[in-house]
Structure formats: C-alpha cells, structure tokens
C-alpha cells in the first residue's frame, strides 16, 4: 500500500499537500463551518506560516480551498481567530453583506533573527465574500509588541453581557485580555497566569468561552491555554481554567481553584495528539455549541512524522459542555452530533457478555478499522481490560484501564513505524479517571492513523495518532479480569459517500 492509502485519513481533515499545523480563525456562516490552519505550502515540515482554508457543510467532510493569508512585509501569519461583523462595527461590510474579520499574528523573521523581543505583533484582514478572499488592514499592526517575546494567537469571543468584543492571546506564560468596539482599535484589559496553572512551558493559543453550565442557568467562563512542553504525557497539551469574567478581569472560581490544588487534572485531552484547539465563532444561534478542533499532533514529533505529502491532521470537531462535578466544574468533549448520520448498519453489537481474555470481537474483514466507532459500558470500574488492535505484521496498539490505577491507557509502543522521534512512544499515555460511577462508559472513533477515545461520556478523553505498517484487522480484548462483563458493545461501520 502506498503512503495515500496508508495513511491518508478517511474522515480526518489534512491538507492534499504539505505542512499543517494549528486550527485557525474558525467561524460559521451561512450554511459553512469554515476552517483556517497553519500551513506551509512549500514543504512538509514547518515553514514560513500562511493560513490554508477549507470549508463544511456539515463538520465531516472538508473541502480544501485556496489558501487565505500570506506572509507579508510585517512577517508570517501566525495564529489566530475570525469572527462574523454582523453589526459592521468594523464598518469593513460591503453592500450590507456580513464582513468576516480575523485577528492573527505577525511573526517577523527578521526581528526574531536580530534577537529583538519585538517581532510578534497582532494584525487584522477582512473578507466580504464569506471568507473566500481576505484584504489585510492598511493600519496593521493593530497591537504592537511592548517587549514580550512569545505575544501571539489572538482569540477574539463577543461579550454578550457587556456587548463589546474581547480578545485574549498569549503572552509568555500568562494571558492577556483587551477589548474593542470596532475589531480595530485594542485596549489592554488585564492579564492572569501568575502563580496558577502549568507553567512548564510557553502558554500559547488561548481562549475565553462562557457557558450556561449543563442543567443551570449558571454562566461560567473558561479559559482554553495550549501549553508546550508540559504536557501531562510529554510535549504539547491544552489546559483549560474555570472561572468568572466581569468585562475586564478572569478570575479562576474559588472551588475549581482548589480542586486544582489537589488533583492537576484540568486538561482538554490527555493523549498525546490534541493541541491548540479552540472553537467556532459565530455558531448558529439556534443551538449555540461550542465546536472544537485541534491539532492532531505534537510538537516533540509533528515534523517527523512518517508521512510525506502531506504532514499533520485535525481531530475532529468536538462539542464541548461544562458541568458541575463534585464542587467543581470539568469540561466534557464528544464527537459532534454531525457523525451519527455516518454510523452504517450497525455491523456486530452484543448487549450482555462475559469475554475470554485473547477473544477476537471481530469476524476477519467484516468491519474496517480505519472507519470505525466503538461503543460499550463496563458496569464494573474495579475490574481491568485492554483491547489490542493487531495487524498480520506484529503491531498492535493498546488501550485500556488498570483499575488499580483508576487509569486509562493507550499504548503505542509496538504500533508501527515509532522510531522517527524517542517521544513517540517510549512511555504509555496515563490519564486519570474522573468519574467516580461504578459503570464505565466507552466510546471511540477509529481512522487510519488515529484513536479518540471519550470515556465517562466525555469527561476524560485520550486522542493518539500511530502508523501501523499494514491496516490493523483484528480487535482483541485482552488482561482481563475473571468474569469481566461488558454490555451493549456495539461496532458501527462509519460510511462516508464520496
Ligand atoms: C502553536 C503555535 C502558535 C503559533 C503557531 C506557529 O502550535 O506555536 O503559538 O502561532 O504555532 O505556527
């Protein structure tokens, strides 16, 4: 099989060619989920930034369109947001058409070669046909750099209780918050980070969202801070805070801030493969979700990655929901809703049964596992298991729970090709359970090249990417304790039509 068949994704967005990296400037309208990414369409590692684009109908199937932003005098296109001017208050509109305006940075290559602290700045562009062509802003930059080296990713959210607009982005390792009525003029708000959260590494991509927290009519904000190094399984990760935003400052919720005192564990994702994600502006009023994307990577590894057209995929847009658990609050992700009209006849589903450990779920070629979702309960979380994807080559990739632990577990060591990077897969991926119900819930989605696994309804979520040197075929379920149940196991062929 050539490297398209292998390893090109079936459902998972990836440029036809080159380099990608980070989401950016992702908003809806009329009809289109729009996606901006970090690209570099001369080559298949990082490179001078622009902005690629691609468009949805349906948060599924992409569509790659021309790229939208280039460097320029003032330097790359970094990342960053793009929101819908309904209002004009940019007074950018033409013909009473809604404008699109993104917010990114300018990272000068020149500045950062002369050593100055200067060189990223933030700028603006316009679009007036739906985000298909873009103009920058004759005034860019719009904020200048004071001095602070790592000054980037713009994430721009409407302030609906004070209705003015709002914008964070990262700088060093703390945030900042400015304001502004017309998306030109910035004014410096506050910053936060200090003596909080995980500082192992530069704070990058962030973003203040409110929620009506899940059966209330609480609001509560949280903020989205990727993070690398300082991942909790090595190199890059996305940690989120809860808290409160009165127009000027976030201030983390005294509970959630003492929850984070004893347990750490306040991260959108502990696999490897989830960075610098964030959310859709402008979703349709009528369900106003918060729909997540991040990068499927990480950077101790995305440049070595062993594909060559193309290097880098997304994951898929999640949902996001906030909920109070136990004094605190926890953001939940699951796939978005868009996938169940993919779901085929359901090909193999058991509602009750004790497995043997080394039982095969599959009936060899029945079901392909490079399009596939799983689902299943365990009613008892005291007791372990592991399922093993194989293939007739020898790898296989494992996830799991060690009870003992309260810990799932994906392990990649014998996945495949593993020897491009020491980070890859030299340590299995450990995430804490959350959830302290007796019954385990389990779901995933499988691609060529990736697992995402939602457990506990999305509480605790895992998302690897891996490189098996032929397709796996084979599911296994193995370490399993005595008697272990599982119920209403259900395997869904997820059929895409071209
Ligand atoms: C995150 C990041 C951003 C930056 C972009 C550059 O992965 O480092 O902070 O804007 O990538 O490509």
Redesign the pocket.
């Known amino acids: 099989l050539n490297e398209e068949e292998l390893y090109r994704p079936n459902y998972h967005f990836t440029p036809e060619n080159n380099w990608m ?2 989401p950016n400037g992702m908003f809806y309208l009329n009809g289109y989920y729009h996606l901006y990414f ?1 690209h570099y369409p001369d080559g298949n590692t ?1 490179g001078p ?1 622009h902005w690629g684009h691609a468009t949805s109908l349906d948060l599924v199937n992409w569509k790659e369109q021309p790229i939208a932003l280039y460097p320029d005098s003032l330097g ?1 296109i ?3 947001s793009a929101v819908v001017d309904y209002n004009n208050d940019s007074g950018f509109a033409k013909e009473g058409k809604p404008v699109v305006v993104a917010m990114y ?1 300018y ?1 000068d290559p020149v500045g950062e070669k002369e050593n100055t602290n200067t060189y990223q700045t933030q700028g603006i562009a316009y679009s007036q046909d739906e985000g298909l062509t873009w103009t920058k802003y004759e005034g860019n930059p719009v904020i200048k750099n004071t001095g602070i080296k ?1 000054f ?2 713009p994430k721009i959210t409407w302030d609906s209780f004070r209705d003015k607009w709002v914008m964070v982005l ?1 700088a060093g390792q703390e945030t900042q918050f400015f304001e502004s009525s017309n998306l030109k003029e910035w004014t410096f708000l506050s910053s936060f980070g200090e003596g909080i959260g995980n500082h192992n590494g ?1 704070w ?2 962030p973003e203040l969202i409110p929620f009506q927290v899940e059966d209330s009519e609480e609001v509560k904000w949280v903020l989205l801070v ?1 993070i ?1 190094p300082g991942g909790p399984n090595g190199g ?1 990760a996305t940690q989120y805070f809860v808290g409160d935003f009165d127009g000027k400052k976030f201030s983390v919720d005294p509970a959630f801030k003492l929850a984070m005192q004893e347990d750490h564990n306040f991260w959108v994702d502990l696999g490897k493969d989830n ?2 994600g964030v959310t859709f502006s402008n979703t349709p009023a009528s369900d106003g979700r918060k729909i997540f994307m991040g ?1 499927m990577s990480n ?1 101790q590894y995305a440049n070595k990655v062993p594909t060559e057209k193309w290097r880098s995929t997304m994951t898929i847009p999640r949902e996001l929901t906030l909920e109070k658990v136990a004094n605190t609050y926890r953001l939940y992700s699951n796939p978005v809703k868009e996938f169940e009209a993919h779901y085929g006849e359901t090909d193999l589903s058991w509602e009750k049964r004790t497995f043997k450990n080394g039982e095969s779920l599959l009936d060899e070629n029945k079901i392909d596992l490079s399009k596939a979702r799983i689902s299943f309960n365990l009613p008892d979380a005291n007791k372990n298991f592991t399922f093993v994807l194989k293939n007739k080559v020898g790898d296989s990739l494992k996830f799991g729970y060690e009870a003992a632990k309260r810990s799932f577990f994906i392990d990649r060591k014998k996945s495949g090709i593993v020897d491009f990077n020491k980070s890859f897969a030299d340590i299995k991926s450990v995430a804490p359970r959350i959830s302290t119900s007796g019954e385990i819930q389990v779901e995933l989605l499988l691609d060529k090249t990736s697992i995402e696994l939602f457990y506990d309804k999305g509480e605790t979520v895992m998302t690897e990417i891996f490189f098996p040197k032929e397709p796996y075929k084979d599911l296994i379920i193995t370490g399993l304790d005595e008697g272990l149940l599982i119920e209403n196991l259900t395997i869904d062929q997820l059929e895409f039509k071209q």
Do not use: I, K, L
């Open positions: 990296n980070d970090q990082w930034m790359y970094f990342s960053g940075t990272h790592d980037r990713d990262a530069v990058e991509c990727s690398n890059s960075y610098a990068w950077w």
